[in-house]
């Protein structure tokens, strides 16, 4: 496996646009089984009570995973692993034999107390055959969220040595067994097969990263628990990076719980899809440019090349806003007959599409903000300014809460969507506004 940036001496590295660009075909023909599934999800199980409790515990975990696996993929970890590469590659091995150590721990321990509350709220709230689904749900859920936190610890380091075509071979080839076992299994086990299933993916994507990882790194993946310097910065440095994604991740978790007053049978589903499909661009954009644009601010950041930086971050939120605003208008003007054309099968009812479709325009439109918001933070990242995430975590989610409850009144699920759009809005503002101001002492100094 070959890096897929390779410059020559003493010329720059292709741009992050071209480098997107050649990564894309890649990209949408190995994820194609993580955009198709809840298509068949939504053919094989519809709508009803299992579904809306599916859907609940995938996003809790999504939240709880956050809280190990956020801190690693994406995160203040590449940029000092690309310092480490840069000027001190014999404590290269000690780091990353550290990072793998800490990274399973912590995630064992997070997934078995969250798990666990999973499986108590689970004893309070059903019984019957949905007590059945819900603690099976939680435990797959919680091992789950152990291998996601492995394979992001190795996507890290990957990134960090410009390998980018290493994570979607393997996660497309993880994801195309989790669609096999899930339609294998799904009459017998129900929903409960959904989560089976991506375990076993998670599993095969890091039995084919970590060789290449070895490779890539030229160290050998030995889990340890020393304690390098580098080490004890990331975790000061993460906190506040984590804490802040970690809260902004409860949001669609309240997202869910607000569907439920609105007295729509499978609304919490009804939303979820909408929020899949208007979620596709920006999806594109964390698969293709987002690695490539953190390793190279990264760079730039640890080359105190200012002016560097600051034009590959404009460049980058003017190919950001471009690239989103014409895809999210396709999506809107073809909703209708995109959306029956995809999910009108199978157990999913014409009233369930018609209701996505009154949705989507409303999740789709903050996929601009929402995107330009990812550049920004990953901005803030690359030089390791990441205190301003916490605050800004706050932030996101109590306006979450209160949008939530003014528009659904207004609007119900739409107004549900259009509250998350306008949080991306706001958070987006604030990071500008702070990477300005950030870039401005820099110069005075």
């Not at 809840?38 to 999504?62: K, Q, S, V």
């Not at 706050?394 to 119900?412: C, E």
């Amino acid at each position: 496996m070959k890096k897929i940036v390779v410059a020559k001496a003493g010329t720059a590295p292709p741009s992050i646009g071209r480098t997107a660009a050649l990564m894309l075909p890649l990209q949408l023909v190995f994820r194609a089984g993580e955009a198709a599934l809840p298509l068949l999800l939504a053919a094989w199980f519809g709508r009803n009570e299992t579904t809306d409790l599916f859907y609940l515990y995938a996003t809790y975990f999504a939240f709880a995973g956050s809280l190990v696996s956020g801190g690693l993929q994406d995160s203040v970890l590449v940029p000092i692993l690309t310092e480490i590469h840069a000027r001190n590659r014999s404590g290269l091995q000690v780091v990353v034999s550290s990072l793998l150590g800490y990274s399973m721990v912590l995630a064992s321990a997070v997934a078995t107390v969250l798990g666990g509350a999973g499986f108590l709220f689970a004893l309070l709230r059903f019984h019957g055959p949905l007590l059945n689904f819900a603690a099976a749900l939680s435990a797959l859920f919680a091992l789950h969220m152990v291998a996601v936190s492995a394979r992001s610890v190795l996507v890290a380091q990957l990134n960090a040595c410009e390998y980018y075509l290493a994570h979607p071979m393997a996660s497309g080839l993880g994801f195309g067994l989790a669609v096999v076992v899930i339609a294998l299994l799904r009459q017998h086990m129900g929903v409960v097969a959904v989560p089976f299933g991506l375990l076993l993916g998670e599993a095969l994507a890091i039995s084919l990263l970590a060789p290449i990882a070895t490779v890539a790194l030229g160290v050998r993946l030995r889990p340890s628990l020393a304690r390098p310097e580098p080490l004890r910065r990331f975790f000061r440095l993460v906190f506040s990076d984590v804490a802040g994604a970690t809260i902004t991740r409860v949001n669609p978790v309240i997202d869910q719980l607000v569907a439920t007053t609105t007295g729509v049978l499978g609304g919490g589903t009804i939303l979820r899809y909408a929020a899949e499909v208007g979620g596709v661009p920006t999806t594109l954009l964390q698969a293709t440019l987002l690695p490539i644009l953190l390793s190279r601010l990264s760079s730039g950041a640890l080359a105190s090349s200012l002016r560097s930086f600051e034009k590959t971050l404009r460049s980058a939120l003017v190919l950001t806003a471009a690239a989103l605003s014409v895809v999210t208008g396709v999506l809107v003007l073809v909703r209708k007959p995109l959306l029956r054309l995809l999910f009108l099968h199978g157990a999913m009812d014409s009233d369930a599409v018609e209701s996505m479709a009154s949705v989507v325009p409303w999740a789709t439109v903050g996929s601009i903000p929402f995107g330009l918001l990812l550049v920004l933070a990953r901005a803030h990242v690359a030089l390791q300014n990441t205190r301003i995430m916490l605050a800004l975590g706050i932030a996101n989610a109590a306006l979450n809460v209160l949008l939530d409850l003014w528009l659904v009144r207004l609007a119900g699920l739409r107004g549900i969507a259009f509250a998350t759009s306008l949080v991306h809005l706001i958070i987006a503002l604030l990071l500008w506004q702070a990477m300005r101001n950030r870039l401005n002492s820099v110069v005075e100094h």
